[in-house]
């Protein structure tokens, strides 16, 4: 019976393997199915960011039409922060947090594959509007106000066909799909942990990936409720952000920013759980003050939840609303600072081996202390009110989501990447993806401080010649050039690898943690019995037992 069931398994044709993953409620599919979908639209970003990158090189370019790109910069944001980011982050936490806590599945396998076609529908509703309206020349029926979508520009007066509707619906099954994967993901490690696993055993990994379900469910809330009166101007006649019928648009930029800045946090948060994984292992040391680092995530979380203002700074707050949200958001460094000394306090004196994941891993911490250092500027209500709307900001930002949250994906991927296929990425290959991309990366957003500073407008599709902003756009343009190289060798390193990669056997790092205690890549019940542990490394004590960490518990 068993070599049938093995025949079987082997001859299964292709019709039958597509039905087995689009019908699949296993953790591990979805989380790949998850990945795949992100990288798909990490590429659409990267060609949308090249295109205007194109446009802004020279002064009064006519590469792009100002219609065309509006809809670019507002399809780049939206796909980058929901359909890029967000996605590949469920997928990462959809494969790895179970076989780190010891459990067959998430807690709810179901409810897991629904969260993914929801988020899955929304991306491709969104563009589903390229194909409309203006044709694909003027990329259809895109919307074109911005991934903030600030009232009243999707109002019926500015928005008038359905680009806002596109917009709108497509957040709304993306926010539907983020919520059930919240939800799992708080159940899966509050109940599902294995024998032993307390939570002040847990990795951190899973660790923050609870932090970011919290937040998730917290956050997603207002955005809902906004993308609900929004439908209800649209359709039914409703005045929530119409001025001339008593509604308000600021009450859009409130609503709208109390989620999108957690959003940041629910991003770069399960990426410090990247680096907080990666970095001992790299460094053959234990994470310095744990309890430390837990607390910092939720601190982190609690304040970002009193942080959204300050993008609000120039609307007209009174003043002690700016001094309150000024004085949040300086708060937000203090666990921050934390985490970093703490990650720089592992690196002390231990044997540091700098393979591709460990790379990814020292240009986060280098580049995120940047960004968080133009954050505090930016905390400066009167500094914020000089460059609000400007290259700084849009430097600032990416500095944080690429500097910050990509180097950290990059990371996860050459580190996880032989659990997930049983084959090993290739480490020259990785290498000239770290350098050439962290070469392009500090072209570009270094120096887009700079005309930024100079006050270069954010959102403009071309400038004039005599503002001195020409040779720092020119140099950024570059530097994405690089970015994109750095990029496709890291598809073809990706694919290479998949099919003719080194073996990579069960545990290639000499890693710690539960889930290199399985095959690469895992059966389909991840355990063959459910471990039970005894420390924060339950590896470092099956391998050294005359030194279980236990003991120093």
Request: net charge neutral; aromatic share 16%.
């Amino acid at each position: 019976m068993a070599s049938e069931s093995i025949a079987l398994e082997v001859h299964k044709g292709p019709l039958q393997v597509v039905y087995e993953w689009l019908g699949t409620a296993d953790h591990k599919k979805i989380g790949l199915m998850y990945i795949v979908y992100s990288l798909l639209f990490l590429v659409i970003v990267g060609i949308e960011a090249i295109l205007m990158r194109i446009q802004l090189a020279h002064a009064e370019s006519t590469f792009l039409s100002p219609q065309v790109f509006n809809k670019l910069f507002t399809l780049h944001g939206t796909t980058g922060v929901f359909f890029v980011a967000m996605p590949i982050l469920f997928g990462f936490g959809n494969y790895l947090v179970p076989l780190m806590v010891g459990a067959r599945d998430m807690a709810f396998p179901r409810l897991n594959a629904f969260s993914f076609w929801m988020t899955s529908f929304g991306g491709l509703f969104l563009y589903g509007s390229v194909f409309g309206g203006a044709g694909l020349s003027q990329i259809g029926n895109a919307p074109d106000f911005g991934w903030f979508a600030y009232a009243p520009l999707t109002s019926p007066a500015f928005s008038p066909g359905h680009a806002a509707d596109f917009w709108n619906i497509s957040i709304l099954l993306a926010g539907v799909g983020s919520i059930g994967a919240a939800v799992n993901m708080v159940a899966t490690v509050i109940s599902m942990r294995c024998p032993g696993m307390t939570m002040s055993r847990m990795p951190l990994f899973a660790w923050m990936n609870l932090v970011m379900g919290g937040l998730i469910l917290v956050t997603i809330s207002p955005l809902t409720a906004a993308q609900l009166m929004l439908l209800g101007d649209r359709f039914v006649g409703s005045h929530f952000f119409d001025v001339a019928a008593g509604g308000a648009p600021i009450m859009w930029m409130h609503f709208f920013w109390i989620f999108g800045h957690p959003e940041v946090y629910v991003l770069i948060i399960p990426c410090f759980g990247f680096v907080s994984e990666i970095v001992p292992v790299f460094s053959r040391k234990a994470m310095f003050g744990y309890p430390a680092m837990v607390a910092a995530s939720v601190g982190i979380a609690f304040v970002s939840l009193g942080v959204w203002a300050h993008h609000m700074f120039t609307v007209g707050m009174p003043s002690y609303g700016n001094a309150f949200f000024v004085l949040t958001t300086m708060l937000v460094a203090v666990p921050t600072g934390i985490k970093i000394f703490n990650w720089l306090a592992t690196l002390w004196g231990g044997k540091i081996r700098f393979a591709t994941p460990m790379l990814f891993c020292a240009g986060f911490l280098f580049q995120f202390l940047i960004a968080g250092l133009t954050g505090v500027m930016l905390a400066t209500a009167p500094f914020d009110w000089h460059l609000s709307a400007s290259y700084f900001v849009v430097a600032h930002f990416h500095y944080v989501i690429i500097g910050g949250i990509l180097f950290t994906i990059f990371a996860a991927f050459y580190y996880w990447y032989p659990k997930m296929t049983g084959r090993m990425l290739n480490e020259t290959m990785g290498k000239w993806h770290f350098w050439i991309f962290v070469l392009g990366f500090h072209l570009t957003f270094d120096f887009m401080h700079i005309p930024g500073l100079m006050g270069m407008p954010r959102r403009v599709y071309t400038y004039p010649a005599d503002r001195g902003w020409q040779t720092w756009n020119e140099i950024s343009s570059i530097g994405a050039i690089f970015q994109t190289i750095g990029i496709l060798i890291f598809v073809y390193n990706v694919v290479a690898s998949f099919v003719a990669g080194k073996e990579a056997g069960n545990d290639p790092w000499d890693a710690w943690t539960l889930e290199w205690a399985t095959t690469s890549p895992p059966p389909e019940y991840n355990f063959a019995a459910i471990p039970a542990v005894h420390s924060r490394r339950p590896l470092w004590d099956i391998k050294h037992p005359d030194d279980p960490d236990w003991k120093y518990e």
